[in-house]
């Protein structure tokens, strides 16, 4: 049978996994469910994930650099020093997993939702954050509570104290 291809990559479409397939910079997933995978250690770098579902994996200490997820959803997953170092996530949500000691440097996470997370603070000093289409204010309130989900409150009053001048707010508190 012959390979769907797409931009020099191999599309796999529409099925679901409960062991790591191949993964690498020519593997496109596409609708696919990745259901108790146990990734730990697992080399996921330069793979492309769209409109994807991980429910209950281990990716601890995974290297996931330069991966893509877009729309994809990570439910109850373990994150634990994940290596997500300048992956991009987009328009997905990460909810009600372990999220501690991840390696986000560069890493972009544009209109991604975060919620229920479990872990210790995060450096994100180099995360970009990003909100497709908000207005100023509303990218300010998600920006704000993404750093807070990822940071922890120790982390938070150190962001809020450069942006004061040093002085710490009393939402920092």
């Not at 409960?18 to 146990?38: I, R, T």
């Not at 770098?45 to 409109?51: C, D, K, L, P, Q």
């Amino acid at each position: 049978m012959e390979k769907k291809m797409f931009f020099g990559r191999e599309v796999i479409e529409g099925k679901t996994f409960n062991a790591l397939p191949e993964m690498g910079d020519k593997k496109y997933y596409v609708e696919c469910k990745f259901k108790g995978v146990q990734a730990e250690r697992a080399d996921m770098s330069h793979t492309e994930f769209n409109r994807c579902e991980f429910e209950g994996c281990n990716f601890k200490n995974a290297k996931m650099q330069e991966a893509v997820f877009s729309n994809s959803y990570f439910s109850d997953c373990e994150l634990r020093s994940a290596d997500l170092t300048l992956a991009k996530l987009d328009h997905g949500r990460i909810d009600g997993c372990r999220i501690d000691d991840m390696r986000l440097a560069g890493a972009s996470f544009e209109s991604m939702y975060m919620t229920r997370n479990k872990g210790k603070a995060l450096d994100v000093d180099s995360v970009r954050f990003g909100l497709g289409g908000a207005t100023q204010t509303e990218y300010e309130r998600h920006t704000a509570k993404l750093r807070q989900e990822l940071s922890g409150e120790k982390q938070v009053k150190r962001v809020i104290g450069r942006h004061t001048g040093g002085r710490e707010s009393e939402r920092g508190r």
